[in-house]
C-alpha cells in the first residue's frame, strides 16, 4: 500500500465532526494509504466506512476505542482488524454504550441539581439519540442555552466537577472482547492517562505489562501528541516486550486541532519491527 498510515480517527458516530463518507474523502485527499476508524465505544462508523469503500480507495483496518477505567487509573483500548459481524465486538459495543448512557444522565442530573442547567425535553431527547452522546455534547449544549461561552469552559468548570463512579469498561473487559471477535487490541497514547495525566518510566512499563496480563497486543507509539522522547520510551517499551506498534493521529474533525496523518510517522520512513508485523498480522480490508 502507498501513502501515509493513520489508524485512529472519530466521525460524527462518535465525538468527531466528519461522517463516515466525509472521513473517506480527507483522507484521500490527505494521502493516506491505510486508515481506521476508532469511534467511542461504537462500530458504526467503520461498518459505514466498509460500506462505502470502492476498488482504488485507501486501505482500511476495522476499528474502535473503548474508554476504560479500573482502580488503578484510566485507559483507551483500540481493538483492530475484528470480524465485523462478530458477535463479541458487538456485545462489548452495547455494554459500552449502556455506560455511556448512565454517565450522561448523572452529569445532567449534577448540572441541574449542582448549578440549577435545565434543558428543553427536545433538547435531551436528541442527545439522547445519539450514538454516542458524552462530555462534549453535553458542553455543546451547554453553549447553546448560554450556561457556557464555550464548550472548553462547560467541560472544565462544570462538567468535570462531577466524577461517575462504576461506569467504565474495564481493560479486561474491552481486552477480552477485542480477541474474542477476532481483533488485536492495542494501548491508545500509552503516556497519556487521564486529562494532563502523564505515565512515563517504571509506571509506565509496569502499566503496559499489567495489561499484558489481560492479552494487550500492542501499543500506540506514533501519537499526534507525542515528543519525539516519549515516542522513543514509548518504542523502547514496546520492542522489549515483543508487542505490535500502531501509528495514529485522534483526529476529530473541527472538534481538535489535531490534523489527519499527524502522527509521527513520516511517508517513507523505515517502519519499525512491531508496526510491520502488526501490518503483517491485521486484518485489512479494500487490498
Known amino acids: 500500500m502507498n501513502g501515509m498510515i493513520d489508524l485512529h480517527m472519530h466521525t460524527t458516530v462518535s465525538d468527531g465532526t466528519d461522517t463516515p463518507a466525509e472521513i473517506i474523502g480527507k483522507v484521500k485527499k490527505a494521502g493516506i494509504g491505510l486508515f481506521s476508524v476508532t469511534d467511542h465505544d461504537a462500530v458504526k462508523g467503520g461498518t459505514e466506512v466498509l460500506d462505502l469503500l470502492k476498488e482504488g480507495d485507501p486501505a482500511f483496518i476495522t476499528g474502535a476505542e473503548f474508554s476504560c477505567k479500573d482502580e488503578l487509573g484510566r485507559y483507551h483500548i483500540l481493538g483492530y482488524g475484528y470480524e465485523p459481524d462478530a458477535e463479541a465486538i458487538h456485545e462489548l459495543v452495547a455494554y459500552g454504550h449502556r455506560l455511556r448512557l448512565k454517565k450522561v444522565t448523572a452529569r445532567l442530573d449534577f448540572l441541574k441539581s449542582e448549578f440549577g442547567f435545565d434543558f428543553p425535553g427536545e433538547a435531551l431527547r436528541e442527545l439522547f439519540a445519539r450514538d454516542n452522546p458524552g462530555k462534549p455534547h453535553i458542553g455543546n449544549l451547554m453553549v447553546k442555552y448560554g450556561f457556557a461561552a464555550t464548550k472548553e469552559e462547560a467541560i472544565l468548570r462544570y462538567i468535570n466537577k462531577l466524577h461517575v463512579r462504576n461506569s ?82 485522534d483526529y476529530h474533525g473541527t472538534n481538535k486541532t489535531v490534523a489527519l496523518g499527524n502522527t509521527g510517522l513520516i511517508a517513507g520512513m523505515t517502519h519499525p519491527d512491531g508496526l510491520e508485523r502488526f501490518l503483517s498480522d491485521v486484518r485489512i480490508s479494500n487490498t
Open 168 to 249: 467504565y469498561v474495564r481493560p479486561e473487559e474491552a481486552i477480552e472482547g477485542i480477541l474474542a471477535g477476532g481483533g488485536i487490541p492495542v494501548l491508545a497514547h500509552p503516556v497519556f492517562g487521564s486529562g494532563d495525566e502523564t505515565v512515563r518510566g517504571e509506571e509506565l512499563r509496569e502499566r503496559v505489562r499489567r495489561l499484558m496480563g489481560f492479552g494487550i497486543r500492542g501499543m500506540e507509539c506514533f501519537y499526534s501528541k507525542f515528543t519525539e522522547e516519549m515516542r522513543e520510551e514509548c518504542l523502547s517499551v514496546a520492542e522489549s516486550n515483543g508487542l505490535y506498534v500502531t501509528a495514529g493521529s
